[in-house]
T-cell receptor, first 115, second 113 residues
Framework: DGGITQSPKYLFRKEGQNVTLSCEQNLNHDAMYWYRQDPGQGLRLIYYSQIVNDFQKGDIAEGYSVSREKKESFPLTVTSAQKNPTAFYLC??????????????FGPGTRLTVL | GQSLEQPSEVTAVEGAIVQINCTYQTSGFYGLSWYQQHDGGAPTFLSYNALDGLEETGRFSSFLSRSDSYGYLLLQELQMKDSASYFCAVRDPTGAGSYQLTFGKGTKLSVIP
């Protein structure tokens, strides 16, 4: 079955540590996205990538970094520079063309807690 | 930039009809999308309206009025499993963020017996 996987489901880290969240898709989608969700805040875009080896900052990119070396993979690193990293992180993918780009497929999410 | 407004909470009775509104302000506009998210789960795509009018998919319908910058999601024959948060989203085709979807803050729907 095609889909998006994120690991781990729950992640705990100590303050000051970097941590990398995994996102893999086998839908053959060109575009991939990372969102952060806080209670009552909806989904806010951190980074997105339209094609391999290219990515763009979203609205809240500070303290995060990404890479897109393979079409299937779009890992997100939460660095120690992120002031308030505790949140629910969602990865998504979609085709690139208009009308289909609006239909994004989401992974199950990673809940990150900073201790 | 873009902004979207939708009610934060709605409560409705099982078997009834409920409408969730969304108004938006964008400098450019391609269309309006709707997503459903159950507590602790991943958002799932429900519908996309690029043109004015009503789109129907089973018990769910979505409406768009581009002239009024307004849309709504209509849920009929409500079931308990429809209790979830519903998000509207838009894409502004202008500028560097043209591939970016902007989401509203979500409407939490509670279906009661």
């Amino acid at each position: 079955d095609g889909g998006i996987t994120q690991s781990p489901k729950y992640l705990f880290r100590k303050e000051g540590q970097n941590v990398t969240l995994s996102c893999e898709q086998n839908l053959n989608h060109d575009a991939m996205y990372w969102y952060r969700q806080d209670p009552g805040q909806g989904l806010r875009l951190i980074y997105y990538s339209q094609i391999v080896n290219d990515f763009q900052k979203g609205d809240i990119a500070e303290g995060y970094s990404v890479s897109r070396e393979k079409k299937e993979s779009f890992p997100l690193t939460v660095t120690s520079a992120q002031k308030n990293p505790t949140a629910f992180y969602l990865c998504a993918s979609s085709p690139r063309d208009r009308g289909r780009l609006e239909k994004q497929f989401f992974g199950p999410g990673t809940r990150l807690t900073v201790l | 930039g873009q902004s979207l407004e939708q009610p934060s909470e709605v409560t409705a009775v099982e078997g009834a009809i409920v409408q969730i509104n969304c108004t938006y302000q964008t400098s450019g506009f391609y269309g309006l999308s709707w997503y459903q998210q159950h507590d602790g789960g991943a958002p799932t795509f429900l519908s996309y309206n690029a043109l004015d009018g009503l789109e129907e998919t089973g018990r769910f319908s979505s409406f768009l009025s581009r002239s009024d910058s307004y849309g709504y999601l209509l849920l009929q024959e409500l079931q308990m499993k429809d209790s979830a948060s519903y998000f509207c989203a838009v894409r502004d085709p202008t500028g560097a963020g043209s591939y970016q979807l902007t989401f509203g803050k979500g409407t939490k729907l509670s279906v009661i017996p």
